[in-house]
């Protein structure tokens, strides 16, 4: 699936800032930032949906999100914790749709030194 | 998780067949959709299923009983390679945000 891209792949980090990118080149109007722990389901950190942002009130706030357009989402991440040791996958979906069908990214693996 | 529920591991027997069942709270429902994801990929969609019967689409078929809070995934002539993870996922109406369970591990043997 080449129509919804995320980088970095992998990413390894100390206590340090990061960004995740993640672009879509499907026309929908809504995207996602899920969570996916080992051996765990995903879980939705926040979504977008016509830029109108949606957050999981769980999530702790070093983990902040970006949707500079309709096609583009990132994540922020700020002095990273090991529970944040994960992958997290960006999606995307047409919402007007009454086929609420998710788009996954490959995901970016996140291990916290 | 998150009010809906899964076993954790399945097997069966290429060119048989296997069903993964699903459970869920039936407070506040608005779809249920199936995921097939395999070690180290990302989740990618199945089928999505609103209304209560049986849904064909072939090699995967989909059940649902809403008053019940039940689904059911039929896959039919199994292949070594149908072997992976099935999360069922609800959607709920605040935002129709999506609530996968923790999925049922396939195991295909020959």
């Known amino acids: 699936n080449t129509k919804i891209t995320q980088s970095p792949r992998y990413l390894i980090l100390g206590r340090a800032n990061k960004s995740l990118e993640c672009e879509q080149h499907?026309?929908?109007?809504?995207m996602y930032w899920y969570k996916q722990s080992a051996e765990k389901p995903p879980e939705l950190m926040f979504l977008?949906?016509?830029?109108?942002?949606?957050r999981n009130e769980t999530v702790p706030s070093r983990f902040i999100p970006e949707c500079p357009d309709s096609s583009k989402l990132l994540l922020h991440i700020s002095a990273v914790d090991p529970e944040d040791s994960a992958v997290y996958f960006c999606a995307s979906s047409l919402r007007d749709s009454t086929n609420e069908r998710l788009f996954f990214g490959h995901g970016t693996k996140l291990s916290v030194l | 998780g998150q009010g809906v529920e899964q076993p954790d591991n399945l097997m069966s027997v290429e060119g048989t067949f296997a069903r993964v069942n699903c459970t869920y709270s039936?407070?506040?429902?608005?779809?249920l959709s199936w995921y097939q994801q395999r070690e180290g990929h990302a989740p990618v969609f199945l089928s999505y299923v609103v209304l209560d019967g049986l849904k064909d689409s072939g090699h995967f078929s989909t059940f649902l009983s809403r008053s019940n809070g039940y689904s059911y995934l039929l896959l039919t002539e199994l292949q070594i390679k149908d072997s992976a993870s099935y999360l069922c996922a609800v959607s709920r109406p605040n935002y129709n945000v999506l609530y996968f369970g923790s999925g049922t591990k396939l195991t295909v043997e020959p």
């Open positions: 977008y949906n016509l830029k109108q942002l949606i």
């Open positions: 039936t407070s506040g429902f608005n779809g």
């Open positions: 499907l026309g929908h109007n809504a």
